[in-house]
């Protein structure tokens, strides 16, 4: 049995005809399938808990939709017995698709479900945060702190994203609302402590990002060493006292040629401390953790098996 959880709202309605495609495949295949719908958020997580709880036979648990219908199965999900992710892209950024390199087609994706021939062990991560009770929440991408994340937040209530949507031009709207958010940024004081061990300082924090892919936000390649199952976080530092290079770091990272250099500093570990002197953004794969000044992001080694 193949269990699919499905974001139909995903890049404004695309999730729904991707999703049409695939189960006129799986009836005329006749493929046993169960479909979970999400008609709002935290339904995907729901419907992973349920999947999972308690269930020590093996599943394979398929998401159709973006990297936040990915973010919140993989943070409802129990790992009672053996768990086989499956992904069906259908989403604005892509960011985990762009880094496993699953095909566009959501035909050759299903295929790939149906008749795997390679696993993958990957790693996912943990953020914690909250003073009075300490949530946490796993992410499979990325997560941070400060501007990135404040666009992450302009994103989920934009009202240019679904008309970009419908134009093919998703990844548009992170370039425009990362522009506004350049333009308003301020930066802060702040540092990093990894593995508990090294204390980075920084004057004039503008995000702070922990990978375990290479890409966010769309395409923006601020980790091209983030290597999903080495067990390491991969975290990246933007700090500089003129936007206008923050700005030459945002174009090169686009363009898939970031490089280490002053502005943008980049340290692997397995576990990272950030504060910062004032509460900024927070998100984990795009999903809002509110604003917060003191974050804990661990990775968790090799724990999702997924098909690619």
Same mark, same amino acid.
């Given at each position: 049995?193949?269990?699919?959880?499905?974001?139909?709202?995903?890049?404004?309605?695309?999730?729904?005809?991707?999703?049409?495609?695939?189960?006129?495949?799986?009836?005329?295949?006749?493929?046993?399938?169960?479909?979970?719908?999400?008609?709002?958020? &935290?339904?995907?997580? =729901? +419907?992973?808990?349920?999947? /999972?709880? *308690?269930?020590?036979?093996?599943?394979? $648990?398929?998401? !159709?939709?973006?990297?936040?219908?990915?973010?919140?199965?993989?943070?409802?999900?129990?790992?009672?017995?053996?768990?086989?992710?499956?992904?069906?892209?259908?989403?604005?950024?892509?960011?985990?698709?762009?880094?496993?390199?699953?095909?566009?087609?959501?035909?050759?994706?299903?295929?790939?479900?149906?008749?795997?021939?390679?696993?993958?062990?990957?790693?996912?991560?943990?953020?914690?945060?909250?003073?009075?009770?300490?949530?946490?929440?796993?992410?499979?991408?990325?997560?941070?702190?400060?501007?990135?994340?404040?666009?992450?937040?302009?994103?989920?209530?934009?009202?240019?994203?679904?008309?970009?949507?419908?134009?093919?031009?998703?990844?548009?709207?992170?370039?425009?609302? &990362?522009?506004?958010? =350049? +333009?308003?940024?301020?930066? /802060?004081? *702040?540092?990093?402590?990894?593995?508990? $061990?090294?204390? !980075?300082?920084?004057?004039?924090?503008?995000?702070?990002?922990?990978?375990?892919?290479?890409?966010?936000?769309?395409?923006?390649?601020?980790?091209?060493?983030?290597?999903?199952?080495?067990?390491?976080?991969?975290?990246?530092?933007?700090?500089?006292?003129?936007?206008?290079?923050?700005?030459?770091?945002?174009?090169?990272?686009?363009?898939?040629?970031?490089?280490?250099?002053?502005?943008?500093?980049?340290?692997?570990?397995?576990?990272?401390?950030?504060?910062?002197?004032?509460?900024?953004?927070?998100?984990?794969?795009?999903?809002?953790?509110?604003?917060?000044?003191?974050?804990?992001?661990?990775?968790?080694?090799?724990?999702?098996?997924?098909?690619?």
């Amino acid at each position: 049995m193949h269990y699919f959880i499905v974001n139909p709202h995903s890049k404004s309605g695309k999730g729904e005809k991707i999703w049409e495609k695939v189960e006129k495949l799986l009836n005329a295949w006749q493929i046993d399938y169960q479909c979970f719908r999400t008609e709002k958020p &935290g339904d995907a997580k =729901l +419907f992973a808990r349920q999947l /999972t709880e *308690g269930i020590k036979e093996p599943r394979i $648990i398929t998401a !159709v939709g973006g990297d936040g219908t990915v973010n919140e199965i993989l943070d409802g999900l129990s790992f009672c017995g053996p768990i086989t992710f499956g992904y069906i892209p259908a989403g604005s950024g892509n960011d985990l698709a762009r880094s496993l390199r699953l095909p566009k087609s959501p035909k050759k994706c299903l295929k790939k479900i149906l008749y795997p021939k390679y696993h993958k062990q990957m790693d996912y991560g943990v953020i914690s945060y909250g003073e009075n009770e300490v949530e946490h929440r796993r992410f499979c991408v990325s997560s941070g702190i400060g501007m990135d994340a404040a666009v992450c937040h302009n994103l989920l209530y934009s009202r240019f994203k679904p008309v970009l949507n419908k134009f093919h031009a998703g990844r548009m709207a992170y370039i425009l609302i &990362g522009a506004k958010q =350049l +333009f308003l940024a301020r930066p /802060t004081k *702040g540092y990093i402590l990894l593995d508990g $061990i090294k204390k !980075v300082e920084f004057n004039h924090i503008y995000f702070i990002a922990a990978h375990i892919h290479p890409y966010e936000g769309g395409g923006f390649k601020f980790a091209p060493k983030a290597d999903p199952s080495d067990g390491r976080l991969s975290v990246s530092v933007a700090s500089h006292t003129d936007k206008k290079k923050l700005l030459l770091i945002l174009v090169s990272a686009y363009l898939g040629k970031r490089k280490r250099g002053k502005g943008l500093k980049t340290y692997e570990c397995k576990e990272v401390r950030i504060h910062l002197e004032r509460p900024m953004a927070v998100h984990a794969d795009g999903e809002s953790c509110f604003c917060q000044d003191d974050l804990q992001i661990q990775c968790i080694e090799k724990k999702l098996r997924v098909i690619v």
